[in-house]
């Protein structure tokens, strides 16, 4: 019988990039998100004498899945072999799965679709694990989404979680955990793309330069030092101040990274440097809380209290060439009895 799952993105407020071990994903610092209440994805797996993957836009029609694809689905399901072998779970490992996966993510949105795929794909395969008795904790299911994308960990949660990057190599050896659920600080993130091109580097070619950054070092340090502490109590207190401070210090120093990194990578465009420049003078005048955030694109991520979020709204509308996404705080990946999307 198939098993069924939803998911959603999330963003980054301490970012993961660059790991300590790129085959297992083992990221190199911690990192923390706030998970969100749309766009959905959802995967159905069920057992299968070959890997196969079906993908479907948002709007129905078929995705081609490259061979780049299928491959990172086959090394996730080795993963995910070895990792159900490493906590004793031998009998519960399938030969090999069919996907379907729905995604309600339009693309090159500045949304992570990997992190809801792979939350979605971790939790639809515990569900398959539940109908042979296995049962898997959140912890464990983080695990199987990390295998998969490194950010995905952070979605099996909903409201705010971190990511304990941990030590050495153990499949297991990170993973994450929710810091307070969605209802206990609801924020707005208003995206706003400038440019709807597909990025040029994917992520996980990303990851494996950050190392060569001279910046690279510290970073790791300053997160693992404070940073991370900083924004993990910052979403405890509800102080928006702290959480702005400690989020746009390590989205710039993520960047900074990147552009340092060989080859070097500029995510940003001049339209992402021109709205947070606007952004500073607005929130200044208007005295708004309201923070920016950018991943590994030229989006801007405007997040926001419900106070603020009608002045962010005009502001974004404003940006005549830009796309325009609006969404808040959600809950995590979770099972679902049939497909909705
Ligand atoms: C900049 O999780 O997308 O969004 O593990 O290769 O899929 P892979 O990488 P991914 O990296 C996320 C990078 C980021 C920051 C973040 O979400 O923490």
């Known amino acids: ?179 307070v659920p969605a209802d206990y600080w609801p924020l707005h993130d208003i995206v706003i793309i400038p440019s709807l091109k597909e990025k040029e580097h994917g992520s996980t070619e990303g990851h494996a330069l950050a190392s060569t950054s001279p910046l690279f070092k510290q970073r790791v340090e300053d997160i693992m030092d404070h940073r991370q502490q900083d924004c993990i109590d910052a979403i405890r207190r509800r102080d928006f101040e702290l959480l702005q401070k400690v989020a746009e210090e390590d989205s710039k120093n993520m960047h900074e990274v990147m552009k340092s990194s060989t080859p070097a990578l500029h995510y940003l465009s001049e339209d992402t440097y021109k709205i947070i420049d606007e952004i500073e003078v607005y929130r200044r005048m208007k005295n708004l809380a309201v923070l920016y955030t950018m991943d590994a694109g030229p989006a801007v991520h405007l997040i926001c209290t419900e106070e603020a979020k009608t002045e962010i709204l005009h502001y974004a509308h404003s940006k005549e060439s830009c796309t325009v996404f609006v969404t808040k705080t959600g809950e995590g990946s979770h099972q679902i009895d049939k497909p909705r999307l």
């Not at 209440?37 to 490259?66: K, Q, W």
């Not at 995910?80 to 004793?88: N, R």
């Not at 109908?131 to 949660?157: C, D, M, P, Y």
């Open 1 to 179: 019988m198939p098993a069924y799952a939803s998911s959603v993105p999330n963003i980054a407020l301490i970012k993961y990039w660059g790991n300590r071990n790129d085959d297992l994903r083992l990221p190199a610092a911690d990192s923390v998100s706030m998970t969100l209440n749309t766009p959905h994805v959802e995967v159905g797996v069920d057992h299968s004498d070959i890997l196969t993957v079906s993908s479907f836009e948002f709007d129905g029609r078929a995705r081609e899945m490259t061979m780049k694809h299928i491959a990172r689905f086959q090394k996730h399901l080795e993963l995910v072999k070895q990792y159900l072998t490493h906590i004793g779970m031998m009998d519960a490992i399938p030969h090999s799965i069919a996907y379907t996966i729905h995604s309600g993510i339009p693309p090159a949105i500045g949304l992570a679709s990997s992190a809801a795929v792979f939350s979605c794909v971790a939790e639809a395969l515990a569900g398959l694990l539940q109908q042979k008795g296995h049962n898997l904790t959140r912890e464990q299911i983080s695990v199987i989404a990390r295998l998969g994308s490194g950010s995905a960990s952070r979605s099996v949660f909903g409201g705010f979680s971190a990511m304990h990057a941990g030590k050495g190599n153990d499949i297991d050896s990170a993973y994450a955990e929710q810091i």
